[in-house]
């Protein structure tokens, strides 16, 4: 008699087992995917400043977020693929992980909002340990990268950028190899000037 309750008590505790398992594991890919489509949290709090600051109504054009692992999945499937250029291979070997947003505005920015939204972006990222490294307001266009006010010499580098035109935002911040990012940028200056 004994003997036959127990095979019962271990298919029931299997079963919790099997089930437990299967609740982490769609817990984890909710986690996964809730991540890549969401911005890093001061990509996030730049745009948010941008959009309270301009008054301006956004739409989502595009929003997500790759880690280390998904660019190296990229980065294999790349090889695979014909007639990829050179320089796209090169950028993706210096980025190590990028959260990008674009957003589409209803309204355009107007050109006396442009010097509020630089210094909004500033004032916020100073707050949160990031110093301005390039403002440059051209036309129609505002663009503002934030690097970390502790930069250190070694490992990637973050960076943070935001680019707002006429009818679009665009915030992205990622870490980047800076070797690589300039190499890319000596072989791609090169191209440029033999043209």
Known sequence: MTTSVAPRLRRRRV???VLGGLA??????GICVLNAVTLTRDAAA???T????GDV????GIQ????PFLLGVVRGVLHFI???PTEAHQALEAVRSASVGVYQLKDPIGASVRSELLAAAEALMVRRGWTRAVGVRDGDDTVMVFAPADL???GPVRVCVAVCSHREVVVVEARVAPDLLAELVATHGAVLARR
């Open 15 to 17: 079963w919790r087992w």
């Open 24 to 29: 982490v594991s769609f817990g984890v890919l």
């Open 46 to 48: 730049l745009r948010n």
């Open 50 to 53: 941008l959009v309270r600051t």
């Open 57 to 60: 109504r956004p739409e989502l």
């Open 64 to 67: 997500v977020s790759a880690g």
């Open 82 to 84: 014909p007639d990829v």
């Open 152 to 154: 250190s010499d070694d």
